[in-house]
């Protein structure tokens, strides 16, 4: 694990020394806190149903710009081959970059814990709910980060990277909303597919342990994809 810890060292200050993490946060911030006050103050809504109904939506277009630039980039300058020249193995690389992209992702939520509070001091918040869509935001996040990896694997360009991160996580988040396009035989196996219904489920404060499955599901496929690609490469 030390190698796992050294990466993953590595690559989450990078996102710091450059503007890119500070970018994805107020981007990020600026989105979800224009739903959440709009529901606030202009619905007279106290609850974070929008928020976290259109986060993974949101997280299908924020998560691939943080994952694009993991190993294209590298691929790119060519310090993928010295990285490759240290003391690592391709499953080094792949968990302490992926650990590194979710680091930032809960990051990249800690703010959002105003909104709860903002709530709480006005009037009484159901926590439950509040709690089961944190954690199914950490889940989706960290699928999404696997995926997001995986893309940035098959090219150089960082581009090309997000373009492929967004296409799969856009398609699993809207694909159990065109179940009315398919046989009514497939409707369960497709239905289970998407993200969006497993977020759903888990931030209405319901931990089942088939979400909770898919979610991990989805992680293993996608480090596992990238730890292929790379060594194809190799």
Request: aromatic share 16%; proline share 3%.
């Amino acid at each position: 694990m030390r190698q796992v810890i050294y990466i993953f060292n590595k690559e989450f200050k990078s996102y710091f020394v450059s503007p890119i993490a500070y970018i994805v946060i107020a981007v990020f911030l600026l989105v979800t806190g224009w739903f959440f006050f709009m529901a606030f103050f202009l619905y007279n809504q106290a609850s974070l149903r929008n928020f976290f109904t259109l986060l993974p939506i949101i997280f299908s277009f924020v998560i691939p710009t943080v994952t694009m630039r993991l190993v294209s980039e590298e691929l790119n300058i060519g310090s993928y081959e010295i990285l490759l020249s240290m003391p690592v193995t391709f499953t080094d690389v792949v968990l302490g970059k992926f650990f590194a992209s979710v680091g930032l992702i809960v990051a990249m939520l800690i703010p959002t814990l105003a909104y709860p509070l903002t709530v709480a001091t006005i009037g009484e918040l159901d926590w439950g709910p509040v709690f089961g869509g944190y954690i199914g935001a950490v889940l989706l996040g960290a699928a999404f980060s696997a995926i997001g990896l995986f893309s940035s694997t098959l090219t150089r360009n960082q581009i090309i990277a997000f373009i492929i991160g967004v296409t799969i996580c856009f398609t699993l988040t809207l694909i159990d909303k065109m179940l009315f396009f398919l046989p009514r035989s497939l409707l369960g196996v497709i239905a289970y597919l998407g993200a969006d219904f497993h977020f759903q489920n888990i931030s209405k404060g319901i931990i089942d342990s088939r979400d909770t499955v898919y979610f991990v599901s989805i992680c293993f496929i996608g480090l596992y994809g990238a730890h292929l690609v790379l060594q194809e490469k190799h």
